[in-house]
């Protein structure tokens, strides 16, 4: 199995920007999903042990068509819960995976630190392992392609990528 993996961005943004970002339903709504989707949220609660439900729906032509063309479907219903969460320094959001065919579901954790300093805030996300490596690999690379959302609204700031 893998070893969680770590990605780090640095914002020109206030701690508070990012932080709203991860736990209030408009921000979340502003930026999840890789490109090519969006989510809509049903519940978000941002306490510990609070619940995070939403959908990932595929919203452009392109990536309803390669949905289709992969026999999946263009929406799919996620649920996660708060399971850390110290305002402004660090979050914890543990997402249950179950949506493979042939795998039992199980429960993956992301966790997100943020670093103020003078203008720009690190976060630095640590994702834990996927049920395989090739898994882990793909989740790695949706959730750079959904970084890339925050990397244009706040332009990255020198050296933070």
């Known amino acids: 199995m893998s070893k969680p993996a770590v990605v780090e961005r640095t914002y020109n943004a206030r701690v508070e920007e990012l932080w709203d970002l991860w736990t209030t339903k408009a921000g ?22 609070g619940a995070l439900v939403y959908d990932m729906i595929a919203d452009t032509p392109e990536m ?26 660090h979050l914890a959001l543990t997402h249950v ?20 300093a ?6 630095v996300v640590t994702l834990d392992p996927m049920h395989s490596d090739e898994f882990t690999r793909m989740s790695l690379e949706g959730f750079g392609s959904q970084l ?14």
């Open 28 to 49: 979340f709504e502003s930026w999840w999903g890789p490109q090519g989707f969006r989510v809509e949220v049903h519940t978000l609660e941002a306490r510990v042990g």
């Open 64 to 89: 309803v068509a390669e949905m289709q063309r992969m026999g999946q479907a263009v929406s799919h219903g996620t649920k996660g819960t708060f399971t850390a969460l110290r305002r402004h320094e």
């Open 97 to 116: 995976i179950d949506l493979l065919p042939g795998v039992a579901p199980y429960d993956t954790t992301m966790r997100v630190d943020f670093f103020p």
């Open 118 to 123: 003078r203008g720009t805030v690190r976060m």
């Open 148 to 161: 890339t959302k925050l990397d244009e609204r706040f332009a990255s700031a020198p050296g933070g990528r």
